[in-house]
Antibody
Framework: QVQLQESGPGLVKPSETLSLTCTVS????????WSWIRQPPGKGLEWIGY???????DYNPSLKSRLTISIDTSKSQFSLKLSSVTAADTAIYYC?????????????WGQGTLVTVSS | DIQMTQSPSSLSASVGDRVTITCRAS??????LAWYQQKPGKVPKLLIY???TSQSGVPSRFSGSGSGTDFTLTINSLQPEDVAIYYC?????????FGGGTKVEIK
């Protein structure tokens, strides 16, 4: 059973960089796409971006200028960096596995981590 | 970008009722449409992809239909454990986009 676990600071100051890591266990990180999705408290879901195990990425255009997603297959981890954060970036951040290259839906999710942007 | 609009935004129905949720795309997306269930305080769960293909383990009372711009999620015989917010998601091309959600409650 594939498991994903997000880790990183729960509080980030405005204008700083939000950094999160997702650790994959119970299955291989190879041959899949891996994604970040966020959900502001009490609101809906927003796709952030995804990365293939080879390192190729695709980002939400609304976040692209501030976003970097990277992967370390040797550690079975992928990471998110979002720069110049504001209160609007406060959300639960989920990492998820993409079902397949042709079916970009999310079949396994981490438990989510709440990141609050505040001074 | 293609927008996904769900209706209604919330509904209340009795146990055993048939419930239908609609998702409309602003442009045609063929059958590249998925449905998720998010129970209170929980992680979203994939129910259906390719508009009508059920994910493994999903109860048979959940079904999806549609193609192009109009899609539906149907819950036959609503159960108390189906209380949740349901989201559609299009995936024909990036950016992947979710609908605003439909909150289902028991009357």
């Amino acid at each position: 059973q594939v498991q994903l676990q997000e880790s990183g600071p729960g509080l980030v100051k405005p204008s700083e960089t939000l950094s999160l890591t997702c650790t994959v266990s119970g299955g291989s990180i190879k041959s899949y796409y891996w994604s970040w999705i966020r959900q502001p408290p009490g609101k809906g879901l927003e796709w952030i971006g995804y990365i293939y195990y080879s390192g190729s990425t695709d980002y939400n255009p609304s976040l692209k200028s501030r976003l970097t997603i990277s992967i370390d297959t040797s550690k079975s981890q992928f990471s998110l960096k979002l720069s110049s954060v504001t209160a609007a970036d406060t959300a639960i951040y989920y990492c998820a596995r993409v079902f397949s290259g042709w079916t970009s839906v999310f079949d396994y999710w981490g438990q989510g981590t709440l990141v609050t942007v505040s001074s | 970008d293609i927008q996904m609009t769900q209706s209604p935004s919330s509904l209340s129905a009795s146990v055993g009722d048939r419930v239908t949720i609609t998702c409309r795309a602003s442009q045609g997306i063929s059958n590249y449409l998925a449905w998720y269930q998010q129970k209170p305080g929980k992680v979203p769960k994939l129910l259906i992809y390719a508009a009508s293909t059920s994910q493994s383990g999903v109860p048979s009372r959940f079904s999806g239909s549609g193609s192009g711009t109009d899609f539906t999620l149907t819950i036959n015989s609503l159960q108390p454990e189906d209380v949740a917010i349901y989201y559609c998601q299009k995936y024909n091309s990036a950016p992947l986009t979710f609908g605003g959600g439909t909150k289902v409650e028991i009357k």
